[in-house]
């Protein structure tokens, strides 16, 4: 795992490179990348590269012209930080249980996380025992998003309805009951996507 977060051009050239790599199979040149971001001087290209290689993103062969390789474990990984039940709340303290690769959801944002899921109240919302859930950092959201909400240190992912003037955390499952959005309960994040492992 790199240690050392990426700044924004950095990761503007990080996204090139795999870009190029992954649909031309090809990786660029440095003059190439140059071009694409109209950098004034190769020297400028390699001081990005020197830093994609020391922060563990990419390595660099030698004397060859398209020498670039990524560090494949490297890339485009986001925190597991706990379990979310998708059925009663439970408790859901930041502990790291390792990253959850995702090659396919290229650069995920800062703000993003992931939990895994628990329990079978979003059944037929398509969220599963098992799945990991990416969210967005977020406190608000519009009835009919799926969301991650707090009650003291328990979590649980419903989808937010509204009825009348009050709001609900539905589940997606006629065996659970809707939980009131109440001063007690916040919403802490919108699901985004669900990851589902076959493997």
Do not use: C, W
Not at 55 to 78: D, H, N, P, T, W
Request: charged residues 25%; hydrophobic residues 40%; without cysteine.
């Amino acid at each position: 795992m790199p240690t050392d977060k990426l700044t924004s051009k950095q990761k503007d050239v990080l996204k090139f490179i795999y870009e190029q790599i992954r649909f031309k199979q090809l990786a660029p040149t440095i003059r190439e990348i140059g071009d694409h971001f109209s950098f004034s001087s190769t020297g400028t290209v390699r001081d990005y590269l020197n830093a994609l290689v020391t922060k563990g993103y990419i390595r660099i062969q030698e004397g060859k012209s398209r020498a670039i390789e990524l560090v494949k474990e490297a890339l485009f990984q986001v925190p597991v930080i706990g379990r979310v039940q998708a059925g009663q709340p439970v408790y859901a303290a930041e502990d790291l249980l390792g990253y959850l690769n995702l090659d396919q959801f290229v650069f995920p944002e800062p703000d993003v996380f992931a939990l895994k899921v628990r329990g079978l109240s979003m059944r037929d919302a398509g969220i599963m025992d098992g799945d990991f859930v990416l969210i967005r950092k977020q406190e608000h959201a519009q009835p009919g998003d799926i969301v991650v909400a707090i009650m003291g240190e328990e979590a649980t992912v419903k989808r937010l309805a509204k009825r009348g003037a009050h709001l609900f955390l539905d589940p997606a499952n006629p065996d659970f009951r809707p939980i009131p959005l109440t001063a007690e309960v916040s919403i802490i994040g919108k699901v985004l996507q669900v990851v589902r492992d076959y493997s």
